[in-house]
T-cell receptor, first 112, second 110 residues
Framework: EAQVTQNPRYLITVTGKKLTVTCSQNMNHEYMSWYRQDPGLGLRQIYY???????DKGDVPEGYKVSRKEKRNFPLILESPSPNQTSLYFC???????????FGAGTRLSVL | GDSVTQMEGPVTLSEEAFLTINCTYTATGYPSLFWYVQYPGEGLQLLLK?????DKGSNKGFEATYRKETTSFHLEKGSVQVSDSAVYFC?????????FGAGTRLAVHP
C-alpha cells in the first residue's frame, strides 16, 4: 500500500529537549516536504527536498532542521524546541514535483 | 506574494443540502489549483484539481471550476452526506510548494 508514514503521531516534550519526527514514504518519490498546520493559518511549508542530499527552506524554517540521506526518509529535527513550535506537523511526498502530494497522518507536538 | 483565501467556517449543513465553499486566489500567472480534504485524525487527501482556466475538477460528487476572470475555485456538491464532514483546503502551486488557504470545517448532520 502506497503511504507516507510519520512517527510518532503524538508527542509531548519540554522546552529545549531535542527531538526528531521521522517520515518515510514507500512510493519512490523524489520530492518530500514538511508542513505545519496552525488554526486559521492553514498549512505552511517548513522545508522541502527535491531529491537525495538536496534540501531547501520553506516559509517557516526557523528552529527546524532536516536531512535527506536516502530517498525514502526525510526526518524533521527540532534541536531546541520552544512552545511556539507546538503544532500539527505533516510530511508529504510527490512523484511529479510539487503537484499532487501524498500526506502522512500527522504528528501532534506539544512543547511545554 | 501568492495567496489563497477561503470562506471562514465552520459550515454546518443538514444531510442532502447543497454545499458551496468559496475560494479565491492571488497569483502571478495561472497556477494549478487544488482542493484537499482532511478527515478527522487523518492527513490531507487530494480531492480534485484543475490545471488551467475553465477546467472543471470533479471527484466523489464534488466539483470546482477554475475561473480566471474572478480568480476563484469554489467547491460545490449537490447533496452532502454525513461522511463528508471534514476540513477542506483550497491550494495553489507556488515555488516548490503548495500554498494553502486556512481551511473550512464542514459539519453535516443527519
Amino acid at each position: 500500500e502506497a503511504q507516507v508514514t510519520q512517527n510518532p503521531r503524538y508527542l509531548i516534550t519540554v522546552t529545549g529537549k531535542k527531538l526528531t519526527v521521522t517520515c518515510s514514504q514507500n512510493m519512490n518519490h523524489e520530492y518530500m516536504s514538511w508542513y505545519r498546520q496552525d488554526p486559521g493559518l492553514g498549512l505552511r511549508q517548513i522545508y522541502y527536498s527535491m531529491n537525495v542530499e538536496v534540501t531547501d527552506k520553506g516559509d517557516v524554517p526557523e528552529g527546524y532542521k532536516v536531512s535527506r540521506k536516502e530517498k525514502r526518509n526525510f526526518p524533521l529535527i527540532l534541536e531546541s524546541p520552544s512552545p511556539n513550535q507546538t503544532s500539527l506537523y505533516f510530511c508529504a511526498s510527490s512523484e511529479d514535483g510539487v503537484r499532487v502530494q501524498y500526506f502522512g497522518a500527522g504528528t501532534r507536538l506539544s512543547v511545554l | 506574494g501568492d495567496s489563497v483565501t477561503q470562506m471562514e467556517g465552520p459550515v454546518t449543513l443538514s444531510e442532502e443540502a447543497f454545499l458551496t465553499i468559496n475560494c479565491t486566489y492571488t497569483a502571478t500567472g495561472y497556477p494549478s489549483l487544488f482542493w484537499y480534504v482532511q478527515y478527522p485524525g487523518e492527513g490531507l487527501q487530494l480531492l480534485l484539481k484543475a490545471t488551467k482556466a475553465d477546467d472543471k475538477g470533479s471527484n466523489k460528487g464534488f466539483e470546482a471550476t477554475y475561473r480566471k476572470e474572478t480568480t476563484s475555485f469554489h467547491l460545490e456538491k449537490g447533496s452532502v452526506q454525513v461522511s463528508d464532514s471534514a476540513v477542506y483546503f483550497c491550494a495553489l502551486i507556488g515555488y516548490n510548494k503548495l500554498i494553502f488557504g486556512a481551511g473550512t470545517r464542514l459539519a453535516v448532520h443527519p
